[in-house]
């Protein structure tokens, strides 16, 4: 289990991230939602040690992220970021291999390569997994780092927007692979999401982040309703439900 | 891959025709005089040639630009500083500069240190990007290049002239023992040096997802920055500043060997380093006659190569 305590981050004497403090349920998705600037992704990025906190820890299993070691931390959780701008030409293939680094350390064994494999399949990369990246759009690339993680074979995965430049139809392709991880594999996915809709349809908690503090945080059911997305984004939001899913309709709204 | 193991072979096969033709064509007089002598220049070339080869390939891995080279720190300026600040203060025929140890020793160290403290006081990954420090770096190596041409002026002309010689890069005078020195240098650096090569690998893909693979990123890149400065330390102090040479050696690499594996790189940079080096050496000499010198050549090479390398990334960006 993952374990945030009174997390603090400073830029300048700017709070991003102020006094945070959460508990990440296993077996579930949990989606981190709120407006641009609420601190989402420097949360994420301190949760999975790409930065390090001003005040107050990060615990997995009880021991705080910084006293992990660095390869053991890689084989139980994953981080993906946004901007994954790459200087060197990889393929697909090599890409998703380097997933296995923590394991392997460079030298793949037959079971990395199964691995590999599955990762490949699982996001329906398999026909072009000799491809340079460089010759790959957008939403293949992406699914491409994702399937890198997935090859990471860990407990926790963490990513920051991965539905960015994405078009509805690979979103909606990689929120179904998330919840498939979850439910088949028993995988902890934390994710950070712009489209509340998508919060909605797919996680099992949410996370609502509002200039560098928690204002909600429960079941999806707790938060997706007008009265507290109106707290979280200041605006008023009907939500509607389609066949059991809650719709968020906030295009026409009056703040 | 097999591919890129042929084209290695070729280069090895190239690298050893460029060293047997610099070794036995033309030697007039006596080959017992000659040929250790041409070899001792060949060794001098294969330790420089690496030595850059590896420094620039991994610097250029964790700055994420292919157009910087360790020189950018000021590496080559502090190298101008010590040898100035010698001749200026101790002079020409001083113990600093007739012993060759103690030149080379002062040269080293202080290049390392110099690289060390900055890295040292300025390092810190998370508060400053690397583009800070390289910007430091450029200026305080423009500062010590002003220095240095403030004291030249000053110098005694005749003095300045044995100053010059020593601020070019050169192959012709070079003694077995710093050679030797150079080598264990060298050999102790790529001990390290290998064991870290799979991690720059991964970090290749970028400080986070080389961190979210379990690498200790912010160590290494301080341990690489050293490293390299080391190398360049040694090459420089051993031969003199190169300034282009590695930018070359490491593109040209990146465009004819298609892989993201350093091992691979390093070892077809050093190999093109090698037969740019001794074939560049064999024109000087048999060609030139002796007209020019080796990195005349090379920065003259390396000036246009540059230039095509940046209207290429600006066409690219745009």
Same mark, same amino acid.
């Given at each position: 289990?993952?374990?945030?305590?009174?997390?603090?981050?400073?830029?300048?004497?700017?709070?991003?991230?102020?006094?945070? +403090?959460?508990?990440?349920? +296993?077996?579930?998705? #949990?989606?981190?939602?709120?407006?641009?600037?609420?601190?989402? +992704? #420097?949360?994420?990025?301190?949760?999975?040690?790409?930065?390090?906190?001003?005040?107050?820890?990060?615990?997995?299993?009880?021991?705080?992220?910084?006293?992990?070691?660095?390869?053991?931390?890689?084989?139980?959780?994953?981080?993906?970021?946004?901007?994954?701008?790459?200087?060197?030409?990889?393929?697909?293939?090599?890409?998703? +291999?380097?997933?296995?680094?923590?394991?392997?350390?460079?030298?793949? #064994?037959?079971?990395?390569?199964?691995?590999?494999?599955?990762?490949?399949?699982?996001?329906?990369?398999?026909?072009?997994?000799?491809?340079?990246?460089?010759?790959?759009?957008?939403?293949?690339?992406?699914?491409?780092?994702?399937?890198?993680?997935?090859?990471?074979?860990?407990?926790?995965?963490?990513?920051?927007?991965?539905?960015?430049?994405?078009?509805?139809?690979?979103?909606?392709?990689?929120?179904?692979?998330?919840?498939?991880?979850?439910?088949?594999?028993?995988?902890?996915?934390?994710?950070?999401?712009?489209?509340?809709?998508?919060?909605?349809?797919?996680?099992?908690?949410?996370?609502?982040?509002?200039?560098?503090?928690?204002?909600?945080?429960?079941?999806?059911?707790?938060?997706?309703?007008?009265?507290?997305?109106?707290?979280?984004?200041?605006?008023?939001?009907?939500?509607?439900?389609?066949?059991?899913?809650?719709?968020?309709?906030?295009?026409?709204?009056?703040? | 891959?097999?591919?890129?193991?042929?084209?290695?072979? *070729?280069?090895?096969?190239?690298?050893?025709?460029?060293?047997?033709?610099?070794?036995? &064509?033309?030697?007039?007089?006596?080959?017992?005089?000659? $040929?250790?002598?041409?070899?001792?220049?060949?060794?001098?070339?294969?330790?420089?040639?690496?030595?850059?080869?590896?420094?620039?390939?991994?610097?250029?891995?964790?700055?994420? @630009?292919? *157009?910087?080279?360790?020189?950018?720190?000021?590496?080559?300026?502090?190298?101008?500083?010590?040898?100035?600040?010698? $001749?200026?203060?101790?002079?020409? *025929?001083?113990?600093?500069?007739?012993?060759?140890?103690?030149?080379?020793?002062?040269?080293?160290?202080?290049?390392?240190?110099?690289?060390?403290?900055?890295?040292?006081?300025?390092?810190?990954?998370?508060?400053?990007?690397?583009?800070? /420090?390289?910007?430091?770096?450029?200026?305080?190596?423009? $500062?010590?290049?002003?220095?240095?041409?403030?004291?030249?002026?000053?110098?005694?002309?005749?003095? =300045?002239?044995?100053?010059?010689?020593?601020?070019?890069?050169?192959?012709?005078?070079?003694?077995?023992?710093?050679?030797?020195?150079?080598?264990?240098?060298?050999? /102790?650096?790529?001990?390290?040096? &290998?064991?870290?090569?799979?991690?720059?690998?991964?970090?290749?893909?970028?400080?986070?997802?080389?961190?979210?693979? !379990?690498?200790? =990123?912010?160590?290494?890149?301080? @341990?690489?920055? *050293?490293?390299?400065?080391?190398?360049?330390?040694?090459?420089?102090?051993?031969?003199?500043?190169?300034?282009?040479?590695?930018?070359?050696?490491?593109?040209?690499?990146?465009? $004819?060997?298609?892989?993201?594996?350093?091992?691979?790189?390093?070892?077809?940079?050093?190999?093109?380093?090698?037969?740019?080096?001794?074939?560049?050496?064999?024109?000087?000499?048999?060609?030139?006659?002796? @007209?020019?010198?080796?990195?005349?050549?090379?920065?003259?090479?390396? !000036?246009?190569?540059?230039? =095509?390398?940046?209207?290429?990334?600006?066409?690219?960006?745009?």
């Amino acid at each position: 289990m993952i374990e945030i305590k009174g997390l603090t981050k400073r830029f300048g004497n700017k709070p991003v991230v102020e006094d945070v +403090s959460i508990k990440i349920q +296993s077996g579930a998705i #949990t989606s981190f939602i709120g407006p641009n600037g609420a601190g989402k +992704s #420097t949360l994420l990025s301190m949760v999975s040690r790409l930065l390090d906190a001003d005040t107050g820890e990060v615990l997995l299993d009880k021991n705080n992220v910084k006293q992990w070691k660095s390869d053991e931390f890689a084989k139980r959780v994953s981080i993906l970021k946004q901007a994954n701008f790459l200087n060197v030409r990889l393929t697909i293939r090599e890409l998703v +291999s380097f997933g296995r680094y923590p394991y392997s350390k460079g030298r793949l #064994t037959a079971e990395d390569e199964q691995f590999v494999d599955q990762a490949i399949e699982y996001m329906n990369l398999k026909d072009m997994e000799d491809k340079f990246l460089d010759e790959l759009s957008g939403g293949q690339k992406q699914r491409a780092f994702i399937a890198m993680v997935i090859a990471q074979d860990t407990e926790f995965i963490l990513l920051d927007e991965p539905l960015n430049n994405l078009d509805m139809k690979h979103s909606v392709q990689i929120m179904k692979i998330l919840r498939k991880l979850v439910d088949d594999l028993g995988k902890t996915v934390v994710i950070v999401l712009h489209d509340i809709n998508f919060a909605s349809v797919y996680s099992d908690y949410i996370v609502a982040l509002k200039n560098g503090k928690v204002v909600k945080d429960g079941t999806t059911n707790e938060i997706i309703n007008s009265d507290a997305l109106r707290e979280i984004y200041d605006m008023n939001i009907p939500v509607q439900e389609q066949n059991g899913c809650r719709i968020c309709v906030y295009f026409n709204s009056h703040s | 891959m097999r591919k890129n193991s042929t084209k290695l072979i *070729i280069l090895a096969i190239v690298a050893v025709i460029c060293i047997l033709l610099y070794g036995f &064509y033309d030697i007039k007089g006596g080959f017992d005089y000659a $040929f250790p002598r041409r070899m001792m220049r060949v060794g001098a070339m294969i330790i420089t040639g690496f030595a850059i080869a590896y420094s620039t390939v991994v610097f250029q891995t964790i700055t994420h @630009n292919r *157009i910087l080279t360790p020189s950018v720190m000021g590496l080559d300026s502090m190298f101008e500083v010590v040898q100035t600040l010698i $001749f200026f203060f101790a002079g020409s *025929i001083s113990i600093w500069v007739v012993n060759q140890y103690l030149n080379f020793a002062a040269s080293i160290v202080a290049m390392v240190l110099f690289a060390i403290i900055l890295y040292r006081l300025l390092f810190r990954a998370d508060k400053y990007p690397i583009y800070l /420090l390289l910007l430091i770096g450029m200026i305080i190596g423009t $500062f010590l290049g002003s220095l240095v041409s403030f004291l030249q002026v000053l110098i005694d002309p005749v003095e =300045y002239l044995s100053l010059q010689s020593r601020l070019f890069a050169s192959f012709t005078n070079i003694k077995v023992e710093l050679l030797y020195i150079s080598l264990a240098i060298l050999l /102790l650096a790529f001990a390290y040096g &290998y064991r870290i090569l799979g991690q720059l690998d991964v970090m290749s893909l970028g400080r986070e997802n080389a961190i979210n693979l !379990g690498i200790n =990123y912010d160590r290494i890149v301080l @341990n690489v920055l *050293i490293l390299s400065s080391v190398l360049i330390a040694t090459s420089t102090a051993l031969v003199g500043p190169i300034t282009f040479f590695g930018l070359i050696i490491a593109n040209l690499s990146y465009q $004819f060997l298609v892989t993201y594996k350093h091992s691979v790189h390093i070892l077809g940079a050093g190999l093109m380093s090698v037969i740019a080096l001794v074939g560049g050496q064999f024109i000087v000499e048999h060609i030139f006659e002796m @007209n020019t010198t080796l990195s005349v050549i090379i920065n003259f090479v390396g !000036g246009i190569y540059f230039i =095509y390398l940046l209207l290429k990334e600006s066409r690219a960006a745009g």
